[in-house]
């Protein structure tokens, strides 16, 4: 049975891929060979929207991913030049301002491989929160810095906003007929963003394929571009991709083949199926923010109509006990690296179903974008959703946009009220209690164990409206680690309002197992966000559109029938996370 010592695991092993499934083996089996009978892979590579869906809806034009590959290499010139112009100005800073599939590629590519020796510094702003604001714009000096505003649709109101607030300060520093040299943007055409651009004299403007959606983007220009200005190689990162492109067109799936992307994809939807709906990412240190671009994948594609594959992202690796019966474990392994290799071998031996991938040198990353992309798109075949709409996403914007109508119209944010305070402390929730550990404790409680301590089985989303930094980041997996190895739950993590863009279509879409645990703070430094550009008037600032955002997701995790509890801290934001995560 699962969770069990299996001795004689089947598997399938490959020159960088294995697979240790146990008893699921047969399983998985039964789905590959359903997938090549049905010719799946074929009809994917011919652009048939009937493998997910009866109506072509926002499938048909978002496929232009597969060709990515190939079809770039054609830019590969228009960047590399780029590149030069931006290297010969003399720019030593580059900040990139997205949301989503719009940072997160380049995010990768930036803590993997980080800036060639000769090349400017690249960072990503992917947050509102005014102290992260205000740090990212100490840290760099105006002068000297390319903005890079990225965004598939033009509109996004974190970017444009971050936008808005940026090229005002470049006026300042270098005066309004100089400013648009800064900037470059990446979005698809027609969008508003477009006709900003142009009218602000940006520097360089690429068009991306618009049948390409921001969470399949990594292979177009709003990873390359970025990748390029890091020194990177765009021939070697493209050709890495080909060939894993190439693999996934292999009509047989068994024997000899070597299509990873249809095993890995197969292994999800099966098991998601079976009641191991949470896929557990497991990476080498060296290549540890992968997983966040992973996340985004899965949870936005597979989180819809009331099922979904929960992505586990930088989780504390535990011991075999520590884990429900709900998990698929994959452990993408930097060779030089054994730093897991004795806790995933335990996982095998307790008959966990195990994928691990091998990562020879870190272009190979580039190929997993697109075995992933592939894997994650045939997962969906199996649970029967379309992986490129994501219709819960709005929901949060709608009520998001209504708070901040609401503030101003009357001057402040719609009032709640906590369910009661202590100290720096007020909790929000549909029940009281004495103290937060206690109140956290009676949250907690109400997680389902699942159907067989399988399908059904409750996570915990930690949702932390705070600025992000190392010490945060510390308390909060000190936080997970405790609620893994007390509950036995999966939990994911993610700051506000960054997480929104790619763990929150399944927080709303999948079959509502999650706890939502969020963290506010009331007091904090805030920056005005300018009604236009070039002028100074703002009737909106950085700290109430993010209270908007939080305010609006709790709103509509409620609505969507979610249990959340929020906990705002009224002062000592970060001693207090670290009193709560003692105290659980």
């Avoid at 992973?294 to 819809?304: I, Y």
């Amino acid at each position: 049975m699962p969770g069990t010592k299996n001795e004689n695991t089947p598997q399938y092993t490959g020159k960088n891929f294995q697979m240790d499934l146990g008893v699921y083996k047969t399983l998985v089996d039964k789905t590959l060979s359903d997938i090549s009978k049905n010719k799946i892979l074929e009809r994917i590579w011919d652009h048939d929207h009937t493998v997910w869906k009866d109506e072509p809806e926002e499938i048909i034009n978002r496929l232009g991913w597969l060709n990515s590959p190939i079809s770039m290499k054609k830019n590969i010139d228009e960047i590399n030049l780029f590149t030069e112009d931006v290297r010969a100005a003399d720019y030593k800073y580059v900040m990139l301002m997205g949301m989503g599939g719009s940072s997160l590629a380049p995010e990768v590519f930036r803590k993997i491989f980080d800036s060639k020796e000769g090349f400017p510094e690249l960072s990503i702003l992917d947050s509102t929160n005014p102290c992260a604001v205000s740090g990212k714009a100490s840290g760099i000096n105006i002068k000297d810095t390319l903005f890079i505003i990225s965004t598939k649709s033009g509109g996004t109101v974190e970017t444009l906003s971050l936008m808005k607030y940026f090229y005002n300060e470049t006026i300042s520093q270098v005066g309004r007929e100089n400013a648009g040299e800064h900037f470059t943007a990446i979005t698809d055409p027609g969008s508003r963003l477009e006709t900003l651009a142009g009218e602000l004299n940006f520097r360089k403007t690429f068009l991306n394929d618009p049948d390409i959606g921001g969470r399949y983007s990594a292979l177009s220009y709003f990873g390359l571009v970025p990748a390029g200005l890091l020194g990177l190689d765009l021939e070697v990162i493209l050709n890495r991709a080909g060939v894993a492109a190439e693999k996934t067109k292999t009509a047989g799936l068994f024997d000899k083949s070597d299509n990873t992307a249809a095993f890995l994809g197969a292994s999800m939807g099966a098991l998601a199926l079976a009641g191991l709906d949470k896929v557990t990412l497991i990476t080498s240190p060296a290549l540890s923010f992968f997983s966040a671009w992973v996340e985004q994948l899965v949870a936005e594609s597979t989180g819809k109509e009331g099922k979904g594959i929960l992505p586990i992202a930088g989780e504390p690796v535990g011991l075999p006990q520590d884990y429900g019966n709900d998990r698929i474990f994959v452990y993408i392994r930097y060779v030089k690296d054994d730093s897991y290799d004795s806790k995933v071998s335990a996982f095998k031996k307790n008959g966990r179903p195990v994928i691990q991938i091998n990562i020879n040198d870190f272009y190979d990353v580039c190929g997993e974008f697109f075995r992933w992309e592939m894997a994650t798109v045939i997962a969906c075949v199996c649970i029967k959703v379309n992986p490129f709409d994501q219709p819960n996403v709005e929901s949060a914007k709608v009520l998001a946009r209504e708070m901040v109508t609401a503030f101003q119209k009357n001057g402040k944010l719609p009032d709640l009220v906590p369910a009661f305070s202590v100290d720096d402390i007020s909790v929000y929730s549909d029940f009281k209690a004495d103290t937060v550990s206690e109140a956290l404790k009676m949250f907690l409680s109400q997680a389902s164990p699942g159907h067989k301590n399988l399908g059904g089985r409750s996570y915990v989303s930690l949702q932390v409206y705070m600025q992000s930094s190392p010490e945060v980041d510390k308390v909060i997996q000190k936080l997970r680690l405790k609620i893994l190895q007390k509950y036995n739950l999966a939990t994911t993590a993610g700051y506000g309002p960054r997480f929104l863009h790619s763990t929150g279509q399944l927080h709303k879409g999948d079959a509502g197992h999650g706890l939502f645990i969020q963290f506010t703070a009331k007091t904090g430094k805030d920056l005005p966000i300018p009604d236009k550009i070039g002028e100074s008037k703002s009737s909106l600032s950085f700290k109430t559109l993010i209270d908007s955002q939080a305010l609006g997701d709790r709103r509509a995790l409620l609505d969507s029938g979610r249990k959340v509890i929020s906990l705002q801290f009224n002062d000592n934001c970060i001693n207090n996370l670290k009193k709560v995560t003692e105290e659980l």
